[in-house]
């Protein structure tokens, strides 16, 4: 199948140094993009070099890991897509999230920073300091929340500018109501906090009439055994209840289709088995995949739509209008580089064709056009499905 590929830009966020997209969004000729970014590294002239072979750079400290992983920020630029982004936020950082409304007027990031200089803690648990930042005038300022500095910011969904969830490692659940003036810790599944304090579900979405679901794995729980347990909770509802059971799965995304008239569809990306197991060197991580189906309905029917080669590594998925669904997957058993595929069904996945895209370096599905963006290196490019 041709890959059907568009070329919007070949200067993409060019003159932003370091270089790099960043997470982007396309409105018409607008863009916006949160991206992380490493500190500009300068090297001496070579009249200068130690060994002229060897490249030097500037100033010690580039030459430091931990001091260069130190230096890192977290960006926010708005722009033309052909006239340049502009940078109108920027924080020390490794880790961030984002939340945009649909008019790009109301912004929430989280930035997380490291000290990678710092010695190991008893635990190996390096403390992450997390900051909390909106704007309500489309990125152009940005206001710090409060927010404890020691809760961590994985994901924030929101339903509108005021009320929205932030999720951190544990997990853990937050709500406001009130643009993030304040947050309300909602109980978390049963089992979902069982293991490290670290810990994090398999995957979140917030579906289009505002119901939070989680995935997550369980040894056992009552008489449901190495499954998967998706779990929900709508914005007037005070504790999560149970959705459906995945058995014998390991969810790696959980996507809802955009449609909210007359209810909507719920799609997960899973590995068939345990989760892979790092301490057993012949467990590689192959898995079959799959891909479920059910409906936002009380007591929902899932049906399996398709499986996967477990030479594939699954990545991600999309979900669109009109049966429109995406699935990315690496395929690294070869000799060679690893080799990222495109798997494309356009009848709400009784059929599916593979696209081999090549290494992008960044993109995005909009789910309410049907159109994916792709960058390489400097170059944009979209198709519409």
């Not at 390096?126 to 909106?134: D, E, G």
């Not at 989760?275 to 590689?284: A, C, E, G, I």
């Not at 290494?359 to 049907?370: E, V």
């Amino acid at each position: 199948m041709a890959t059907g590929w568009e070329t919007v830009t070949t200067s993409f966020a060019k003159a932003d140094k370091p270089y790099g997209g960043g997470d982007f969004r396309i409105r018409g000729t607008q863009v916006i993009s949160l991206k992380l970014a490493g500190p500009e590294i300068t090297f001496k002239p070579a009249d200068q070099l130690k060994n002229p072979e060897v490249a030097e750079p500037t100033e010690a400290w580039m030459n430091d890991s931990g001091e260069r992983l130190n230096r890192s920020t977290v960006n926010f630029l708005r722009g033309p897509i052909d006239a340049g982004l502009t940078r109108t936020f920027q924080q020390r950082g490794q880790d961030a999230a984002w939340w945009y409304s649909k008019d790009w007027g109301t912004l929430y990031v989280s930035t997380g920073w490291m000290d990678y200089k710092t010695p190991d803690a008893p635990n190996e648990l390096v403390p992450q300091i997390t900051k909390l930042w909106r704007s309500s005038d489309g990125g152009q300022n940005w206001t710090q929340l409060s927010w404890p500095e020691d809760h961590n910011i994985g994901q924030l969904l929101f339903l509108d500018s005021q009320r929205g969830y932030a999720i951190g490692w544990g997990p853990h659940v937050w709500r406001t109501a009130n643009g993030g003036q304040s947050w309300h810790e909602v109980k978390v599944p049963p089992l979902a906090d069982v293991g490290k304090p670290r810990k994090t579900f398999d995957a979140l979405n917030l579906g289009p009439d505002g119901v939070l679901r989680a995935a997550y794995y369980v040894e056992q729980l009552g008489g449901v055994k190495t499954s998967s347990l998706i779990y929900r909770i709508a914005w007037d509802q005070q504790d999560f209840e149970q959705d459906v059971v995945l058995p014998n799965q390991t969810v790696v995304d959980l996507q809802s289709s955009p449609e909210a008239t007359g209810g909507y569809s719920l799609y997960a990306l899973s590995r068939l088995g345990a989760p892979r197991n790092w301490d057993d060197p012949s467990d590689k991580g192959r898995r079959t995949g799959a891909l479920s189906v059910w409906g936002n309905a009380q007591l929902p029917n899932v049906q399996q739509l398709h499986t996967f080669d477990e030479r594939l590594m699954l990545d991600g998925l999309s979900a669109g209008k009109q049966g429109v669904l995406l699935v990315y997957a690496t395929d690294a058993t070869g000799d060679g580089a690893p080799v990222d595929f495109t798997f494309i069904s356009k009848d709400f996945g009784k059929s599916w064709d593979d696209l081999n895209d090549g290494a992008a370096q960044g993109g995005y599905f909009d789910p309410d056009t049907n159109t994916e963006y792709a960058l390489f290196a400097y170059t944009l490019k979209k198709r519409k499905l």
